[in-house]
């Protein structure tokens, strides 16, 4: 049954003084509900990027660990078979940890990368660049562990994974130096991964650390 608002020159009625108020306590109800909404949408995001900036930096974490491995092992160990044999088993870890982070940077399948669906769906698609780098270090360490067209090929392979990164690569490139291709997986990586996981309200809100930097002067 609608409610009668009647209304005698100044005077109000309290059947319309009651249905006002139930009118704006219910607007107000619908205000605050909204902003809980989007609150509690605000809130789950920054749990979500949280979760994952921190799974990324437990595993680009790794990635660093095992490449610092390399070159001390190729820098400190004397006996050339011990050399072979601990590349190789970091190798293998390098090439573990391309499968495993299918989990944090899946393939892209979307528009023109919507290929090879045959294979699975883990493996359609177009590799991530953060993994192409990692791919590319594996590559680089099998090189300094053999000689011959086998170590061309492995450079080669190397250099050929940088470049699907589409991250820059510090000059001269040298692609028959083996270690120069290592680091720069190192650099690709993280130029592939780093801006997308650095949220925006972290600048905001740590507004001195990560301040612009001024031009250093002479």
Not at 14 to 29: D, K, P, Y
Not at 63 to 86: C, K, W
Not at 168 to 181: A, G, H, K, M, T
């Amino acid at each position: 049954m609608p409610i009668d608002l009647n209304f005698t020159l100044d005077v109000i009625t309290w059947e319309a003084v009651s249905a006002l108020s139930g009118l704006m306590i219910a607007g107000v109800g619908f205000v605050i509900s909204r902003n809980l909404r989007r609150h509690d949408r605000h809130t789950q995001r920054y749990a979500l990027l949280g979760e994952y900036r921190r799974e990324v930096t437990a595993f680009s974490k790794e990635y660093f660990e095992i490449v610092a491995d390399v070159l001390a092992v190729r820098d400190s160990v004397e006996d050339p078979a011990q050399v072979r044999a601990e590349l190789e088993r970091l190798a293998t870890r390098l090439s573990g940890m391309v499968d495993a982070g299918r989990f944090l940077f899946p393939n892209d399948t979307s528009g023109e990368n919507a290929f090879g669906f045959e294979k699975g769906d883990a493996f359609a698609g177009r590799r991530r660049p953060a993994l192409n780098a990692i791919l590319a270090a594996y590559h680089a360490v099998k090189a300094m562990k053999t000689e011959g067209d086998y170590r061309q090929e492995k450079l080669a392979e190397a250099l050929a994974q940088l470049r699907k990164t589409g991250e820059p690569l510090s000059e001269p490139i040298r692609e028959n130096d083996p270690v120069y291709l290592l680091i720069q997986s190192r650099r690709c990586y993280l130029n592939a991964v780093v801006p997308e996981t650095q949220p925006d309200e972290w600048r905001r809100m740590f507004s001195d650390i990560l301040a612009p930097v001024p031009r250093a002067t002479k």
